[in-house]
């Protein structure tokens, strides 16, 4: 099955852009296995909302916004940061040889995510400059000025990324409604945030390939529908 070979393969890709040190990976060969899993899923998630998002934002450029589009498209956009920020996380929690970064706490933890947001972001945009050197880059690849331009990362990008993942897309707040301008966000940060989507994209979702088996995620369901008398929907 696609799935058993998560651990020599996809820990091999993954450590090539995010690994820092010799180990990839938790300790439990079982747990590592289905942490990967559990990644590929979130992944997933991020691109499911990315491409409703993208095709809502064609629409939208096209024949305009009306409330229940741009509504829609705000909901894609937060749905795809916030899965792309949970990625991230748990993808790093990893290469750290945990399941979940627990410690330290309080402000401290927030240092550290926002630390290794920075480092991966960084990385990503001078290895994109590094093969364009080098001449390995794509043909289809954007100048080296587009990523030159993008160093230094603003300081403030990962605390940023964070924050709006918070308050647009984890915790209900007031603040959404008139001080968190998603607009604005997304013309300073977009740039990053598809690079770190786009980059991912290649380890952890293989296009072409048969959806993988997640397991107890794709049998969502599937129990209940067989049990169903013909002309039951279970919605109520």
């Not at 990839?24 to 491409?51: N, W």
């Not at 949970?86 to 790093?92: D, R, S, Y």
């Not at 290794?116 to 093969?131: A, E, M």
């Not at 995620?217 to 039951?232: K, L």
């Amino acid at each position: 099955m696609w799935q058993q070979h998560w651990p020599p393969r996809v820990a091999t890709r993954y450590h090539k852009y995010f690994g820092s040190g010799d180990h990839v990976g938790i300790p439990d060969p079982e747990i590592d296995r289905q942490h990967c899993a559990a990644l590929v899923h979130e992944y997933h998630r991020c691109k499911d909302a990315f491409d409703v998002f993208a095709s809502l934002a064609e629409k939208i450029i096209l024949r305009g916004a009306s409330r229940h589009d741009a509504y829609r498209a705000y909901n894609a956009y937060s749905d795809f940061i916030l899965h792309l920020y949970e990625f991230l996380i748990a993808a790093q929690a990893r290469d750290l040889g945990v399941t979940d970064i627990t410690v330290p706490r309080g402000k401290q933890k927030h240092e550290l995510l926002d630390r290794l947001i920075q480092s991966i972001t960084t990385r990503i945009v001078q290895r994109k400059i590094n093969s364009i050197e080098r001449g390995i880059a794509p043909e289809w690849e954007n100048h080296i000025s587009a990523y030159q331009k993008m160093l230094p990362v603003p300081q403030d990008f990962a605390e940023k990324f964070r924050r709006i993942r918070n308050k647009i897309g984890g915790h209900v707040s007031y603040e959404r409604i008139k001080e968190i301008d998603l607009t604005r966000y997304y013309e300073e940060n977009h740039k990053y945030l598809y690079l770190l989507y786009r980059e991912c994209g290649d380890f952890w979702c293989h296009q072409g390939e048969e959806f993988p088996d997640l397991e107890i995620i794709n049998d969502f369901f599937g129990v209940i529908s067989r049990r169903m008398r013909p002309g039951e929907t279970g919605f109520n």
